[in-house]
């Protein structure tokens, strides 16, 4: 691809802390090659492509797009929950009209195992269709199951370690204040992300790695039930006279009255009632071994906006995965997706690679079982070491205006619509 094309960056699914790091590392990394033109950011990922709703990167300031270092989740650009499914031909086909009309040879996709997916399917499509189009994958998800349960593929998504490390000082919070209100509040169940699998809520022991706290840790995993998890808090009450539970959206307690999205996943923040609040609803219904009651807190997408809690490691490591997916598109290395490999040996460190995204595509990486205490409520040291180097060691400082945090604002710089309105698929 000799000739000068545009470039196209999307984003898809659950934001992160460090989604706007990879964008900005996509944005400064592309000034770099000559063949590459104009970025555009389509606004709410694929459905931005589909609306033609291209907003110019390009044009930006380069103070803004600095400024994305520091912006949580995706308010830059936006991204959506639209699948591109295999009957939606129209949609595809729009895709590549949008594409051609405004000269654009890269696409890349910044999102999970379903926006690999869709990357890999709408560059074989082009390729299909005749147009010189490279598509990418840029990883990211807080939940880290994007991969192999070998970590041959990616060592770890961007947006974990920031999810991790909200866990870890969170749960330091929540200790003291269970701590100091243990005679009327003994017992404290927090509920944490993870659908299917069970690396966040595994995050809240590295608030505690030497277990000096009456801290239970319940993965989707986990191989206890709710009777068990009963007898195990009334166990610490027993002993401890208090009990910090951390537990997964995704524990099995029976039907929640699930709610699912477009991409058939559950989304139980939306679901009828919450893990944590049927636990201490069941807690306090059958009693628990000391006076007071047993509450809840519910964290939501917190876990996923919340700035001050961002790894610098895991900002870091953002931006190289955008400035890596850059490189392999200008290259001519479409067909893969930017990924971080650990280097072995005492020292973190971490090489910037590639991957097929046929391999990561709608792949789902599983919390390794050893990594679960045999008690059944906890995490292993193994799970420590891999992890507590992603949360880094210092607290991120953010660049504040008049008391408030000054976030990126994009000028509202759109390309010429070319096309007909279009309604996606989906939608109609």
Same mark, same amino acid.
């Given at each position: 691809?000799?000739?000068?094309?545009?470039?196209?960056?999307?984003?898809?699914?659950?934001?992160?802390?460090?989604?706007?790091?990879?964008?900005?590392?996509?944005?400064?990394?592309?000034?770099?090659?000559?063949?590459?033109?104009?970025?555009?950011?389509?606004?709410?990922?694929?459905?931005?492509?589909?609306?033609?709703?291209?907003?110019?990167?390009?044009?930006?300031?380069?103070?803004?797009?600095?400024?994305?270092?520091?912006?949580?989740?995706?308010?830059?650009?936006?991204?959506?929950?639209?699948?591109?499914?295999?009957?939606?031909?129209?949609?595809?086909?729009?895709?590549?009209?949008?594409?051609?009309?405004?000269?654009?040879?890269?696409?890349?996709?910044?999102?999970?195992?379903?926006?690999?997916?869709?990357?890999?399917?709408?560059?074989?499509?082009?390729?299909?269709?005749?147009?010189?189009?490279?598509?990418?994958?840029?990883?990211?998800?807080?939940?880290?199951?994007?991969?192999?349960?070998?970590?041959?593929?990616?060592?770890?998504?961007?947006?974990?370690?920031?999810?991790?490390?909200?866990? +870890?000082?969170?749960?330091?919070?929540?200790?003291?204040?269970?701590?100091?209100?243990?005679?009327?509040?003994?017992?404290?169940?927090?509920?944490?992300?993870?659908?299917?699998?069970?690396?966040?809520?595994?995050?809240?022991?590295?608030?505690?790695?030497?277990?000096? +706290?009456?801290?239970?840790?319940?993965?989707?995993?986990?191989?206890?039930?709710?009777?068990?998890?009963?007898?195990?808090?009334?166990?610490?009450?027993?002993?401890?006279?208090?009990?910090?539970?951390?537990?997964?959206?995704?524990?099995?307690?029976?039907?929640?009255?699930?709610?699912?999205?477009?991409?058939?996943?559950?989304?139980?923040?939306?679901?009828?009632?919450?893990?944590?609040?049927?636990?201490?609803?069941?807690?306090?219904?059958?009693?628990?071994?000391?006076?007071?009651?047993?509450?809840?807190?519910?964290?939501?997408?917190?876990?996923?906006?919340?700035?001050?809690?961002?790894?610098?490691?895991?900002?870091?490591?953002?931006?190289?995965?955008?400035?890596?997916?850059?490189?392999?598109?200008?290259?001519?290395?479409?067909?893969?997706?930017?990924?971080?490999?650990?280097?072995?040996?005492?020292?973190?460190?971490?090489?910037?690679?590639?991957?097929?995204?046929?391999?990561?595509?709608?792949?789902?990486?599983?919390?390794?079982?050893?990594?679960?205490?045999?008690?059944?409520?906890?995490?292993?040291?193994?799970?420590?070491?891999?992890?507590?180097?992603?949360?880094?060691?210092? +607290?991120?400082?953010?660049?504040?205006?008049?008391?408030?945090?000054? +976030?990126?604002?994009?000028?509202?710089?759109?390309?010429?619509?070319?096309?007909?309105?279009?309604?996606?698929?989906?939608?109609?």
């Amino acid at each position: 691809m000799s000739k000068v094309k545009n470039l196209v960056v999307a984003q898809s699914g659950g934001p992160t802390c460090v989604i706007n790091s990879s964008l900005r590392g996509v944005i400064e990394a592309s000034r770099e090659f000559e063949n590459i033109g104009t970025v555009y950011g389509a606004v709410h990922g694929i459905e931005g492509v589909l609306k033609e709703e291209l907003i110019d990167l390009s044009a930006q300031s380069e103070e803004e797009v600095a400024l994305l270092r520091y912006t949580p989740v995706a308010g830059s650009i936006g991204t959506c929950r639209y699948k591109l499914r295999e009957k939606q031909v129209e949609d595809f086909e729009r895709v590549i009209e949008v594409f051609k009309a405004h000269n654009v040879g890269y696409f890349l996709y910044n999102g999970g195992n379903d926006s690999m997916d869709t990357a890999n399917k709408i560059a074989q499509l082009a390729q299909q269709r005749g147009l010189d189009l490279i598509g990418v994958g840029v990883p990211k998800t807080i939940d880290n199951d994007v991969g192999d349960a070998a970590f041959q593929l990616i060592d770890h998504t961007p947006g974990y370690g920031s999810a991790a490390k909200y866990w +870890m000082h969170t749960v330091q919070y929540a200790n003291e204040e269970n701590k100091g209100s243990c005679p009327a509040d003994p017992v404290l169940v927090m509920q944490a992300m993870g659908r299917k699998i069970g690396y966040i809520p595994a995050a809240a022991r590295l608030a505690d790695p030497k277990r000096q +706290m009456p801290l239970q840790i319940y993965l989707a995993e986990s191989p206890c039930s709710l009777e068990q998890l009963t007898d195990n808090v009334n166990a610490s009450l027993k002993q401890n006279g208090r009990c910090v539970v951390v537990i997964s959206e995704g524990f099995n307690i029976g039907s929640l009255g699930e709610v699912k999205d477009s991409f058939g996943h559950t989304s139980f923040s939306s679901s009828q009632i919450t893990v944590a609040q049927a636990v201490v609803n069941h807690l306090n219904k059958v009693g628990i071994a000391a006076k007071g009651a047993a509450r809840c807190n519910v964290a939501g997408t917190d876990q996923r906006h919340s700035m001050a809690y961002a790894s610098i490691v895991d900002l870091d490591e953002a931006y190289r995965v955008g400035q890596k997916a850059v490189e392999l598109a200008a290259t001519e290395q479409g067909g893969f997706m930017s990924t971080i490999l650990r280097e072995p040996g005492m020292i973190y460190n971490v090489r910037y690679d590639r991957v097929p995204l046929p391999d990561v595509a709608n792949s789902e990486r599983t919390f390794p079982t050893d990594w679960i205490a045999s008690n059944g409520y906890d995490v292993t040291d193994d799970f420590v070491k891999y992890a507590m180097p992603l949360v880094g060691e210092e +607290m991120l400082t953010l660049p504040m205006t008049g008391g408030r945090q000054r +976030m990126t604002q994009f000028a509202p710089i759109f390309a010429e619509k070319k096309l007909p309105a279009y309604v996606p698929q989906a939608d109609r």
